[in-house]
Protein backbone atom coordinates (compact mmCIF):
# COMPACT_ATOMS: atom_id res chain seq x y z
CA UNK A 1 0.00 0.00 0.00
CA UNK A 2 1.89 3.08 -1.28
CA UNK A 3 -0.34 6.09 -0.27
CA UNK A 4 -1.98 8.26 -2.40
CA UNK A 5 0.27 10.43 -4.85
CA UNK A 6 0.14 13.44 -6.64
CA UNK A 7 2.15 14.81 -9.71
CA UNK A 8 3.36 17.62 -9.61
CA UNK A 9 4.24 18.74 -6.26
CA UNK A 10 4.36 22.12 -7.19
CA UNK A 11 3.23 23.88 -9.81
CA UNK A 12 4.03 27.81 -10.85
CA UNK A 13 2.45 29.11 -14.29
CA UNK A 14 1.72 32.70 -15.53
CA UNK A 15 -2.41 33.76 -15.26
CA UNK A 16 -4.12 32.36 -18.64
CA UNK A 17 -2.13 29.35 -18.80
CA UNK A 18 -3.89 25.79 -18.69
CA UNK A 19 -2.53 23.48 -15.91
CA UNK A 20 -3.48 19.51 -15.24
CA UNK A 21 -2.42 17.45 -12.12
CA UNK A 22 -2.79 13.93 -11.80
CA UNK A 23 -3.53 11.85 -8.22
CA UNK A 24 -3.21 8.24 -8.08
CA UNK A 25 -5.23 6.64 -5.19
CA UNK A 26 -4.83 3.71 -2.92
CA UNK A 27 -5.01 0.75 -5.13
CA UNK A 28 -8.64 -0.75 -5.18
CA UNK A 29 -10.61 2.29 -3.41
CA UNK A 30 -13.08 3.32 -5.47
CA UNK A 31 -13.45 6.29 -4.40
CA UNK A 32 -12.12 9.56 -4.98
CA UNK A 33 -11.91 13.05 -4.00
CA UNK A 34 -10.69 16.48 -5.01
CA UNK A 35 -10.42 19.56 -2.26
CA UNK A 36 -8.85 22.93 -2.49
CA UNK A 37 -7.23 24.35 0.69
CA UNK A 38 -6.41 27.99 0.43
CA UNK A 39 -4.19 29.64 2.85
CA UNK A 40 -5.07 30.02 6.34
CA UNK A 41 -8.39 27.62 5.19
CA UNK A 42 -9.29 23.99 5.64
CA UNK A 43 -9.90 21.95 2.71
CA UNK A 44 -12.86 22.82 0.69
CA UNK A 45 -14.58 20.12 -1.50
CA UNK A 46 -14.83 20.12 -5.14
CA UNK A 47 -15.60 16.79 -6.62
CA UNK A 48 -15.72 12.77 -6.50
CA UNK A 49 -16.00 10.22 -8.50
CA UNK A 50 -17.05 6.25 -8.00
CA UNK A 51 -15.11 4.54 -9.82
CA UNK A 52 -14.84 6.28 -13.57
CA UNK A 53 -18.13 8.06 -13.29
CA UNK A 54 -18.28 11.67 -11.37
CA UNK A 55 -20.68 11.74 -8.71
CA UNK A 56 -20.92 15.13 -7.66
CA UNK A 57 -19.39 18.40 -8.14
CA UNK A 58 -19.31 21.70 -6.10
CA UNK A 59 -20.39 25.21 -7.03
CA UNK A 60 -16.94 26.04 -6.35
CA UNK A 61 -15.75 24.17 -9.50
CA UNK A 62 -16.37 26.97 -12.39
CA UNK A 63 -16.60 26.01 -15.86
CA UNK A 64 -12.65 26.51 -16.44
CA UNK A 65 -12.20 23.11 -14.09
CA UNK A 66 -12.61 19.80 -15.13
CA UNK A 67 -11.72 16.64 -13.31
CA UNK A 68 -11.93 13.02 -14.84
CA UNK A 69 -11.00 9.31 -13.70
CA UNK A 70 -11.36 7.50 -17.32
CA UNK A 71 -10.63 4.11 -16.15
CA UNK A 72 -11.86 4.55 -12.98
CA UNK A 73 -8.08 4.43 -11.64
CA UNK A 74 -5.57 7.82 -11.65
CA UNK A 75 -7.53 11.25 -11.87
CA UNK A 76 -6.70 14.61 -13.58
CA UNK A 77 -7.79 18.27 -12.93
CA UNK A 78 -7.72 20.18 -15.37
CA UNK A 79 -7.97 24.16 -15.04
CA UNK A 80 -8.10 26.66 -18.10
CA UNK A 81 -7.31 29.97 -18.41
CA UNK A 82 -5.77 29.94 -14.84
CA UNK A 83 -6.61 33.02 -12.59
CA UNK A 84 -4.82 34.45 -9.78
CA UNK A 85 -7.30 33.07 -7.61
CA UNK A 86 -6.62 29.75 -8.42
CA UNK A 87 -3.52 29.66 -6.44
CA UNK A 88 -4.16 27.22 -4.02
CA UNK A 89 -3.16 23.55 -2.87
CA UNK A 90 -5.03 20.95 -4.51
CA UNK A 91 -5.85 17.57 -2.73
CA UNK A 92 -6.52 14.64 -3.47
CA UNK A 93 -8.23 11.61 -1.28
CA UNK A 94 -9.29 8.11 -1.93
CA UNK A 95 -11.28 5.79 0.31
CA UNK A 96 -12.65 2.17 -0.56
CA UNK A 97 -16.34 0.63 -1.32
CA UNK A 98 -18.45 2.34 0.27
CA UNK A 99 -16.92 5.79 0.65
CA UNK A 100 -18.23 5.82 4.59
CA UNK A 101 -14.84 4.98 5.87
CA UNK A 102 -11.51 6.97 6.27
CA UNK A 103 -10.25 9.43 3.53
CA UNK A 104 -6.92 8.95 3.09
CA UNK A 105 -5.08 12.45 1.60
CA UNK A 106 -2.57 12.66 -1.21
CA UNK A 107 0.48 14.81 -0.78
CA UNK A 108 -1.22 18.18 -2.78
CA UNK A 109 -0.61 19.91 -5.79
CA UNK A 110 0.74 23.59 -4.67
CA UNK A 111 -0.47 25.86 -7.64
CA UNK A 112 0.92 29.42 -7.74
CA UNK A 113 -0.55 31.95 -10.85
CA UNK A 114 1.27 34.71 -11.18
CA UNK B 1 -24.58 22.40 5.13
CA UNK B 2 -23.12 21.51 8.06
CA UNK B 3 -21.43 24.07 10.43
CA UNK B 4 -18.17 22.78 12.28
CA UNK B 5 -16.09 24.77 14.59
CA UNK B 6 -12.86 24.31 16.03
CA UNK B 7 -11.33 25.37 19.30
CA UNK B 8 -9.20 27.44 20.37
CA UNK B 9 -8.05 28.67 16.94
CA UNK B 10 -4.59 28.41 18.46
CA UNK B 11 -1.93 26.77 21.05
CA UNK B 12 1.59 27.15 22.44
CA UNK B 13 2.77 24.42 24.81
CA UNK B 14 5.97 23.31 26.07
CA UNK B 15 7.11 20.23 25.27
CA UNK B 16 5.58 17.66 27.20
CA UNK B 17 2.45 19.65 27.68
CA UNK B 18 -0.71 18.05 27.16
CA UNK B 19 -3.61 19.75 25.50
CA UNK B 20 -7.37 19.34 23.91
CA UNK B 21 -8.44 20.31 20.95
CA UNK B 22 -12.08 20.74 20.87
CA UNK B 23 -14.56 20.33 17.37
CA UNK B 24 -17.98 21.43 17.63
CA UNK B 25 -20.74 20.60 14.74
CA UNK B 26 -24.17 21.86 14.33
CA UNK B 27 -26.30 18.75 12.83
CA UNK B 28 -26.22 15.10 13.55
CA UNK B 29 -22.97 13.19 11.59
CA UNK B 30 -22.44 9.54 10.58
CA UNK B 31 -18.89 9.94 10.27
CA UNK B 32 -15.74 12.23 11.91
CA UNK B 33 -12.33 12.29 11.22
CA UNK B 34 -9.53 14.13 12.40
CA UNK B 35 -6.18 14.84 10.72
CA UNK B 36 -3.24 16.53 11.51
CA UNK B 37 -1.56 18.77 8.92
CA UNK B 38 2.12 19.01 8.88
CA UNK B 39 4.40 21.98 7.95
CA UNK B 40 4.80 20.80 4.43
CA UNK B 41 1.09 20.58 3.97
CA UNK B 42 0.41 16.91 4.44
CA UNK B 43 -2.79 15.60 5.97
CA UNK B 44 -2.66 12.77 8.20
CA UNK B 45 -5.51 10.82 9.48
CA UNK B 46 -5.25 10.66 12.98
CA UNK B 47 -9.03 9.16 13.89
CA UNK B 48 -12.10 7.89 12.18
CA UNK B 49 -14.65 8.82 14.78
CA UNK B 50 -18.09 8.82 14.64
CA UNK B 51 -18.54 8.07 17.94
CA UNK B 52 -17.50 6.58 21.52
CA UNK B 53 -13.38 6.81 22.65
CA UNK B 54 -10.59 5.93 20.61
CA UNK B 55 -6.53 5.93 21.97
CA UNK B 56 -3.82 5.88 19.76
CA UNK B 57 -0.35 5.46 21.37
CA UNK B 58 -0.38 9.29 23.02
CA UNK B 59 -3.27 10.50 21.03
CA UNK B 60 -7.04 9.98 21.70
CA UNK B 61 -10.00 11.05 20.60
CA UNK B 62 -13.74 11.06 22.09
CA UNK B 63 -17.01 11.61 20.20
CA UNK B 64 -20.36 12.45 21.71
CA UNK B 65 -22.52 12.44 18.75
CA UNK B 66 -25.77 13.62 20.70
CA UNK B 67 -24.31 16.43 21.97
CA UNK B 68 -22.19 16.83 18.71
CA UNK B 69 -18.87 17.61 19.76
CA UNK B 70 -15.46 15.57 19.81
CA UNK B 71 -12.36 16.29 21.79
CA UNK B 72 -8.78 15.15 20.73
CA UNK B 73 -6.32 15.00 23.31
CA UNK B 74 -2.69 14.65 23.08
CA UNK B 75 -0.26 13.80 26.00
CA UNK B 76 3.60 14.33 26.13
CA UNK B 77 3.70 16.79 23.51
CA UNK B 78 6.49 16.95 21.05
CA UNK B 79 7.73 19.32 18.70
CA UNK B 80 6.77 16.98 15.84
CA UNK B 81 3.46 17.37 16.95
CA UNK B 82 3.24 20.83 15.72
CA UNK B 83 1.15 21.97 12.82
CA UNK B 84 -2.52 22.37 12.33
CA UNK B 85 -5.07 20.02 13.48
CA UNK B 86 -8.56 19.50 11.35
CA UNK B 87 -11.66 17.70 12.33
CA UNK B 88 -13.96 16.75 9.18
CA UNK B 89 -17.39 16.05 9.14
CA UNK B 90 -19.80 15.12 6.14
CA UNK B 91 -21.35 17.62 4.56
CA UNK B 92 -25.27 16.17 4.71
CA UNK B 93 -25.60 13.08 6.84
CA UNK B 94 -24.85 10.32 4.86
CA UNK B 95 -23.13 12.12 2.71
CA UNK B 96 -18.99 11.28 1.50
CA UNK B 97 -18.01 14.59 1.23
CA UNK B 98 -16.22 16.12 4.14
CA UNK B 99 -16.76 19.68 5.47
CA UNK B 100 -13.26 20.57 7.99
CA UNK B 101 -13.39 22.43 10.53
CA UNK B 102 -11.49 25.98 11.06
CA UNK B 103 -8.88 24.06 12.39
CA UNK B 104 -6.52 24.95 15.41
CA UNK B 105 -2.77 25.34 14.76
CA UNK B 106 -0.68 23.55 17.22
CA UNK B 107 3.22 25.03 18.18
CA UNK B 108 5.12 23.14 20.37
CA UNK B 109 7.94 24.88 21.58
CA UNK B 110 11.51 22.66 22.90
Known amino acids: DTGVSQDPRHKITKRGQNVTFRCDPISEHNRLYWYRQTLGQGPEFLTYFQNEAQLEKSRLLSDRFSAERPKGSFSTLEIQRTEQGDSAMYLCASSPRTGKETQYFGPGTRLLVL | GIQVEQSPPDLILQEGANSTLRCNFS?????LQWFHQNPWGQLINLFYIPSGTKQNGRLSATTVATERYSLLYISSSQTTDSGVYFCAVPTNFGNEKLTFGTGTRLTIIP
Open chain 2, 27 to 31: DSVNN
